[in-house]
């Protein structure tokens, strides 16, 4: 295979890796692809500004409050007044929202490993667990 190919086939494969996973999204059927990047952001960002999320999330920022304002009814985010300046909000994964995306991440990581379980033999999970350190020099490289 040469490198055209090898690069291709990476690309298809771990994008539909990423898409299956998306799919094990038991606790959040709710939220749209736009919605779970903001949430996204927010456990990256501890603290950050609607214009800063609409900005990073590639919309309108009145599409942005809205989404922020069915995730404060909700609970998942809470709200907090700039101390320097009262005009600046800044918006923030509330305990409740920290606990979804653990549950979230504890249900994908059991569904990614069960799948290895049932499907890879002892010496291709080995083979996995080799290449990892591979696959994360390609993610962390500028």
Same mark, same amino acid.
Do not use: C
């Given at each position: 295979?040469?490198?055209?190919?090898?690069?291709?086939?990476?690309?298809? +494969?771990?994008?539909?890796?990423?898409?299956?996973?998306?799919?094990?999204?038991?606790?959040? +059927?709710?939220?749209?692809?736009?919605?779970?990047?903001?949430?996204?952001?927010?456990?990256? +960002?501890?603290?950050?500004?609607?214009?800063?999320?609409?900005?990073?999330?590639?919309?309108?920022?009145? /599409?942005?409050?809205?989404?922020?304002?069915?995730?404060?009814?909700?609970?998942?985010? @809470?709200?907090?007044? /700039? @101390?320097?300046?009262?005009? @600046?909000?800044?918006? /923030?994964?509330?305990? /409740?929202?920290?606990?979804?995306?653990?549950?979230?991440?504890?249900?994908?990581?059991?569904?990614?490993?069960?799948?290895?379980?049932?499907?890879?033999?002892?010496?291709?999970?080995?083979?996995?667990? @080799?290449?990892?350190?591979?696959?994360?020099?390609?993610?962390?490289?500028?």
């Amino acid at each position: 295979m040469d490198l055209k190919e090898l690069s291709s086939s990476l690309r298809i +494969n771990v994008s539909g890796l990423h898409k299956r996973l998306r799919k094990q999204m038991y606790s959040v +059927n709710s939220y749209s692809m736009t919605e779970m990047e903001t949430i996204g952001l927010l456990m990256r +960002n501890p603290a950050m500004l609607a214009t800063e999320l609409a900005a990073l999330t590639r919309i309108k920022t009145q /599409s942005m409050s809205q989404i922020l304002k069915k995730m404060e009814a909700q609970g998942i985010i @809470k709200r907090v007044p /700039s @101390k320097e300046d009262k005009r @600046k909000v800044f918006i /923030s994964l509330s305990a /409740s929202g920290k606990k979804m995306i653990e549950k979230i991440k504890y249900e994908r990581d059991e569904w990614l490993r069960s799948l290895i379980e049932r499907v890879l033999t002892a010496k291709e999970t080995e083979l996995l667990a @080799k290449v990892l350190p591979v696959l994360t020099k390609l993610i962390e490289t500028e």
